[in-house]
């Protein structure tokens, strides 16, 4: 059934909809069925991939391990045959012996050198002293070959000792010769079997997507869209008088979500029709109730924020400012400065003139602080003749030259009753981490010294202004 969001942020049935017959307009929503279909197939791929890359990389081990044996099972073919030549040193002999080893598909190069590792020959792709890949041709010339950087194109070196056994039976190290293979070789060797596995998860992803396609659409989608149907052209006028009957066999979770539905539609046209009276009177006598609640709570906040002589912030009001001026100096950083403020020799006009005149006295003083302070500048009656200046975002120096103003003014107004009068500050900037009571601590503790020191002062700190 449509809602409408009241003020107060709960709903409503959308009443004055069924008046005019509109129906608020329904927004787009997604397939439900075709977000399962992509969750499950989703998934489905995620792990077709890991189990084939699972696959490919142990195939590719094994054909690097049989690539290790067969370049091991070299020195027992060669090795004997290439310490013969190189110790009765026939050079044609030890070449044709490299060439038919370069001639194997897992050998790229061979390099033999003596037992102090100076050259005696090489033939195919090998590293030099230094490191560099270059192609031998057997008889001492090569050439530097660029490529063969990538992982399946690099080239390794499995190195053997050359032993020559003389007449008495001796071994004797006369050198090593190390052989190069390519890992291109371990990659031809599983090139098909990788297509073949790719070839077949790629088959069975599609196959299980149309699989799917067509199970979870039938199954799942088809009802849900029809319970989409019928929820969407519900109205306060047709609520519950066309059931939801389900166009599908079988009995499941939604036939009973359509049942509850129908039922729940029927219970709510009969309690909206008998509500719908009450709630037009219940209307008219909350906008009554709600604008005397709002006057009266505006009332009372003014009241319980406002000193009632002044008119200015009272104590409570300004603890209130000084503790979230205090968090957020402690969020955001920044000064936070205090001026508290007393009326010279005030008792005696409460004394000569009686309390009244010392009121009007009050009042006066307070429409002058407020008058003559800053827009970000919070004053309120701290209590008896004491006023406090809450000044945001405000330094020491910035605070006091505000106090000095502020007792220039005062000096040259002109009061009920008593005429001129005078006025005393105490000034103090927040520290690090001081609790909002040390500060204005602090700022009693200058005023008490500007008093000290003849009134119509402002000190801040130990230094008088």
């Not at 290790?68 to 026939?90: P, Q, S």
């Not at 003596?114 to 590293?127: K, M």
């Not at 088809?222 to 306060?236: C, E, K, N, Y």
């Not at 405000?394 to 005429?419: C, N, S």
Request: proline fraction near 3%.
């Amino acid at each position: 059934m449509p809602m409408h969001a009241r003020a107060d942020g709960e709903f409503e049935p959308a009443i004055a909809s069924a008046a005019t017959g509109a129906v608020p307009p329904t927004p787009r929503t997604g397939s439900l069925a075709l977000r399962l279909l992509r969750t499950v197939f989703g998934a489905y791929f995620v792990v077709t991939l890991v189990a084939t890359a699972i696959q490919i990389g142990v195939e590719f081990r094994h054909a690097e391990a049989r690539l290790t044996a067969n370049i091991a099972a070299l020195e027992r073919t060669f090795g004997a045959g290439i310490a013969d030549a190189v110790w009765g040193l026939n050079d044609d002999v030890l070449l044709g012996i490299l060439s038919g080893a370069v001639a194997l598909p897992q050998v790229v190069g061979v390099k033999i050198v003596d037992e102090h590792g100076a050259p005696l020959a090489a033939i195919g792709l090998i590293r030099d002293a230094g490191g560099a890949l270059v192609s031998a041709d057997g008889h001492g010339r090569s050439v530097p070959v660029a490529g063969h950087t990538g992982f399946f194109d690099a080239i390794g070196a499995t190195t053997f000792d050359l032993v020559h056994t003389d007449a008495h039976g001796v071994p004797r190290l006369i050198g090593r010769w190390t052989v190069y293979s390519d890992r291109r070789t371990v990659v031809d060797q599983v090139e098909d079997q990788l297509i073949v596995l790719l070839a077949s998860a790629v088959l069975k992803t599609l196959a299980l997507w149309f699989i799917f396609l067509f199970v979870i659409g039938r199954v799942v989608g088809r009802p849900l869209r029809q319970l989409s149907a019928h929820v969407g052209q519900l109205t306060i006028d047709n609520l519950g008088s066309a059931p939801l009957v389900l166009r599908d066999r079988g009995r499941h979770e939604l036939h009973v979500l359509a049942d509850m539905l129908n039922r729940m539609t029927r219970a709510i046209r009969r309690s909206v029709e008998e509500k719908a009276k009450l709630l037009r009177d219940l209307e008219e006598m909350n906008e009554t109730l709600q604008s005397r609640v709002e006057e009266r709570t505006r009332e009372l906040r003014q009241m319980a924020t406002t000193d009632a002589l002044t008119g200015l912030a009272n104590r409570r009001r300004l603890d209130e400012v000084l503790r979230y001026e205090h968090h957020r100096v402690a969020r955001s950083g920044g000064p936070l400065s205090v001026i508290l403020c007393d009326i010279d020799s005030f008792k005696a006009i409460n004394d000569t003139h009686g309390h009244h005149a010392g009121d009007l006295v009050l009042v006066a003083f307070g429409e002058l602080l407020r008058a003559h302070v800053r827009i970000i500048d919070i004053v309120g009656r701290w209590g008896g003749e004491e006023f406090l200046v809450i000044c945001p975002q405000t330094g020491a120096d910035d605070a006091v030259a505000l106090a000095e103003r502020l007792r220039e003014v005062v000096a040259g107004a002109v009061f009920p009753v008593v005429g001129s009068k005078t006025c005393s500050f105490g000034v103090a900037q927040m520290a690090d981490c001081e609790a909002t009571e040390a500060l204005v601590c602090r700022a009693d503790a200058a005023l008490y010294r500007a008093k000290q020191l003849g009134r119509n002062q402002v000190a801040a700190g130990d230094v008088l202004v």
